[in-house]
């Protein structure tokens, strides 16, 4: 992104900085069952981790102090996983398995991490607005935990740096296909710089000849607490949901608001493919699992897919 660029805000408000988060994590996961009968999908593994906690940690790394996870019936295994374990912790002490120790230490002291209960599954919007009291005056991100960002610097962090520069909401977006655009909020873009734009129009769904770009919003988000304003008079829109696209669309009438193509690779988690794959391409990562995975993996293929 280019320093000459002079596009200021409407309002010039003091310079604030984020460090509250709200990870919306309500979702009866119906893209995956049948795991995600009794079994939140934030908390499916993603080769060691639960999904949720690859979230979390991006959040850590960029400086968010404070994270709200919006929860449901059946979600209490999240909070049990960030909760410290004293009888784990014991066990694992009285023999003398210290590297696990840390680890799960570790995972207890991440943040701050607070906890509401969204009642009906009313769509994102919904969730969201429920985040009004822990939120307050300030300015906050939203992650989605259905996709987790693997990039450097962390996805959110892209967000935050034009935050830091405009101080107004702002919306990660990738390229998505041409005949994927109904599954995805779609900017109407004007460009910036090639990576940064302002955003003239957001369309929650739009069929693939209406959408006005193939820059679709995903799961990372730096908002404003005038969308809060928005969402509570926002009517129910796609799938009879309150749709965030559609209050961040009302709001964009009132402030201006900016849209990052992210660099990095995005998971969609809650596609089932593309969790397998982002086990794998985890799994990759660690030095003791990557050779007998690739092995395996092309006897798999030698084999056509059979044992």
């Known amino acids: 992104m280019s320093r ?17 988060a709200v990870i919306p994590a309500a979702g009866l996961g119906t893209r995956f069952l049948p795991a995600t009968k009794a079994q939140p999908k934030e908390m499916l593994p993603v080769y060691d981790k639960p999904a949720i906690q690859y979230v979390i940690e991006e959040a850590v790394a960029a400086g968010i102090k404070d994270i709200l996870i919006i929860t449901g019936r059946g979600k209490q295994s999240i909070e ?3 909760d410290r374990s ?15 120790l840390q680890e799960v230490q570790e995972i207890s002291s991440l943040v701050n ?7 009906e599954a009313l769509g994102l919007g919904h969730a969201v607005l429920c985040a009004k009291s822990f939120v307050g005056s300030e300015p906050f991100a939203v992650f989605l935990g259905d996709d987790i960002m693997d990039s450097q610097p962390p996805a959110i962090s892209q ?9 107004g909401p702002v919306l990660g977006v990738l390229d998505v296909p041409r005949e994927l655009t109904s599954a995805y909020g779609i900017i109407k873009p004007q460009a910036l710089s090639a990576d940064l734009f302002k955003v003239d129009d957001l369309v929650e769904k739009p069929a693939p000849e ?7 919003i995903v799961g990372r988000y730096v908002l404003t607490p005038d969308i809060f304003e928005m969402l509570e008079t926002t009517k129910a829109g796609s799938g009879g949901e309150i749709q965030l696209t559609d209050a961040l669309r009302r709001l964009n009438r009132k402030r201006p608001i900016y849209a990052v193509r992210l660099k990095g690779h995005r998971h969609d988690i809650g596609n089932k493919v593309e969790f397998v794959k982002a086990t794998l ?13 690739l092995e ?7 084999n056509k897919g059979r044992f």
């Open 296 to 302: 395996f993996m092309k006897t798999l293929v030698e």
């Open 159 to 167: 967000l935050l740096d034009v935050w830091d520069r405009y101080q």
């Open 113 to 119: 991490l607070y906890y509401v209960r969204q009642k």
């Open 210 to 216: 209406k959408a006005p770009s193939q820059l679709g």
């Open 4 to 20: 000459s660029e002079k596009l200021k805000p409407a309002v010039r408000l003091k310079k604030m900085r984020v460090t509250k």
């Open 80 to 82: 049990n996983h960030f």
């Open 86 to 100: 004293i009888e784990l912790e014991e066990n694992l002490k009285a023999h003398g398995k210290a590297r696990d």
């Open 281 to 293: 391409a985890y799994a990759m990562k660690d030095p003791n699992a990557r050779k007998p995975i």
